[in-house]
């Protein structure tokens, strides 16, 4: 499959912000573990002409074309590799960098992985129900709904979706895949668009699920609990780090981290509240609407 740059109407989430807190200078060294369509990378990169230097990971090798593509647009200094964020170190040896100036983190999917039907991210569009960001790994959300009995299906929804009618969902589910198989994103939403009740709610009925299976295929908590473990050893001492998060698990992972690490002398706290899209932002970008930043400065 082929992905162009001609698609993207991806503005990168918070950019002022992002800048704002991660400072990126002249000759700096800058992580971007999340590069995805490359639209913050970009930004730091001009930021840091003249010698600096980007260094962008993404699990996802097809979506690194359109970071290349979008970074190739600057007479910056970038690699990219294909790597999970939480084996950051065996990227840092590839490059020879052992400490870095900045660290940029933004969780989630992008909107290149939802927009392509054929990668089972979006309700909307008609597809396998895939949902891997590395397409390399096992597990596909169709794989992990045949192996889920109805029971953890509905612990999965509750505790990855915050979905409140996980129970009803499951059931459905399980039913329909036991008795013709569930092999398409639309598939699946019309499932849930018949047993979920029609609420006020603007947001599409099949949103909480299809995040939380998209969570649990890709094991996104365990690599951001892995990489916070770990980040502030390869940080020079001012060193900033922003992690932008759509999800109240891992906003509240990333604020108990950095106050853990504020304790221990490791991190000082730059944001005391996390900061949140402005109105332009938020009536521009649906996607945005639950975005939390939290900035931290290696101590
Ligand atoms: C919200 S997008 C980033 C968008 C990017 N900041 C931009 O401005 O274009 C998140 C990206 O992170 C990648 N990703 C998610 N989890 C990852 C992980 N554990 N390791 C590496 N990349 C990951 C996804 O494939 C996706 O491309």
């Known amino acids: 499959m082929e992905y162009t740059t001609t698609d993207l109407a991806h503005i990168p989430v918070l950019a ?6 991660l400072q990126p200078q002249p000759g700096h060294v800058v992580l971007d573990c999340t590069v995805g369509n490359g639209g913050h990378a970009v930004k730091i ?8 230097f980007l260094i962008g990971i993404d699990k996802d090798e097809e979506i690194l074309q ?7 647009q600057t007479t910056g200094n970038f690699k990219l590799y294909h790597a999970d964020y939480a084996e950051v170190e065996n990227v840092l040896n590839l490059t020879g ?3 870095v100036n900045g660290v940029l983190l933004d969780l989630g999917a992008s909107s290149v992985q939802f927009d392509q039907a054929e990668r089972g991210f979006s309700f909307a569009k008609e597809g396998p129900l895939d ?9 596909t959300a169709r794989d992990m709904i045949q192996r889920l009995s109805e029971r953890e299906l509905e612990e999965v929804l509750k505790k990855y979706g915050e979905e409140r009618w996980s129970k009803r969902i499951a059931r459905a589910i399980q039913r329909e895949e036991k008795q013709a198989g569930i092999t398409s994103t639309r598939q699946l939403a019309s499932i849930i668009e018949r047993v ?19 969570i649990v295929v890709n094991r996104e908590l365990d690599s951001l609990e892995i990489f916070l473990e770990k980040i502030h050893n390869y940080m020079r001492t001012g ?3 922003v992690i932008i998060s759509f999800h109240s698990l891992e906003d509240r992972m990333v604020k108990q981290k950095f106050r853990e690490s504020a304790n221990l002398q490791i991190f000082k706290i730059l944001t005391k509240k996390p900061v949140t899209p402005g109105e332009a932002e938020r009536e521009s970008n649906v996607r945005c609407r639950s975005a939390k930043l939290r900035a931290a400065e290696r101590i």
């Open 45 to 52: 990169l001009e930021k840091m002409k003249p010698g600096g």
């Open 16 to 21: 002022e912000e992002v800048l704002d807190y």
């Open 131 to 139: 949902m891997r960001m590395d397409r390399s790994a096992p597990g």
């Open 239 to 241: 060193a900033r780090i």
């Open 196 to 214: 979920v009740p029609r609420g006020k709610s603007k947001i599409h009925p099949a949103t909480r699920v299809f995040q939380a299976l998209r």
């Open 66 to 72: 359109v970071a290349r593509q979008t970074l190739s």
């Open 97 to 99: 960098v052992e400490k």
